[in-house]
């Protein structure tokens, strides 16, 4: 599921290639500027002084902050150290409608990620990622928020089935995507 749908064609050599992402998307200062004075983050920064945030513009989330190393008390194993960070830490930023379901923990020799996607209403969210990266002992350096809050879709298909499969294979012609 994608909150904003655009296409886009890509740059590469296939011709027919397209994609929801638009690479040559240049971030705005201004507005990277205004999301760095919101209440959540501002709240963050105060508990965690010296943490940065390049924000993603659509959802007003950090895509990716990252700052001085945040000890989590009591935990034993990536996964509890993880969630205890994003339930203590986040919680402003990530409303309470956010399902995430952890997708991976990847374990190097410098740090420990942990990863999960969004889930609503038993639906992936296609793109959404929170990610938390630590060091082997477990402090936070990174984390990203690329998810959706308060998501308001319509699960009412306008295809049925068959209709979907019949264009599909014989209609191809009629796709049209913004590009």
């Known amino acids: ?8 064609k890509t740059s590469g050599n296939d011709p027919y290639a397209i994609t929801f992402i638009d690479r040559k998307v240049v971030k705005d200062p ?3 500027q205004l999301l760095l004075q919101q209440a959540s983050w501002q709240k963050f920064i ?3 002084q010296g943490w940065t945030a390049i924000f993603d513009e659509s959802s007003g989330l950090p895509h990716r902050a ?9 935990v ?3 996964s509890g150290a993880a969630t205890a960070f994003i ?3 986040l919680s402003s930023m990530v409303g309470k409608s956010v399902q995430l379901e952890q997708t991976g923990v990847n374990v190097a020799s410098k740090y420990v990620n ?3 996607k969004q889930i609503w209403k038993g639906l992936e969210v296609l793109f959404s990622r929170v990610t938390v990266r630590m060091t082997p002992d477990y402090k936070v350096v990174l984390f990203g928020l690329d998810v959706q809050n308060d998501i308001k879709t319509n699960l009412v298909a306008s295809l049925d089935a068959n209709s979907a499969i019949n264009i599909a294979l014989n209609d ?3 796709f049209n995507p913004v590009v």
């Open 172 to 174: 191809f012609n009629g």
């Open 114 to 116: 942990v990863n999960y």
């Open 46 to 48: 105060q508990q965690q």
């Open 66 to 74: 990252y700052g001085a190393p945040v000890s989590i008390a009591g």
């Open 87 to 89: 339930s203590y830490n």
């Open 30 to 32: 201004q507005y990277q």
């Open 76 to 78: 034993s194993d990536p």
């Open 1 to 8: 599921m994608v909150n904003q749908a655009f296409a886009f």
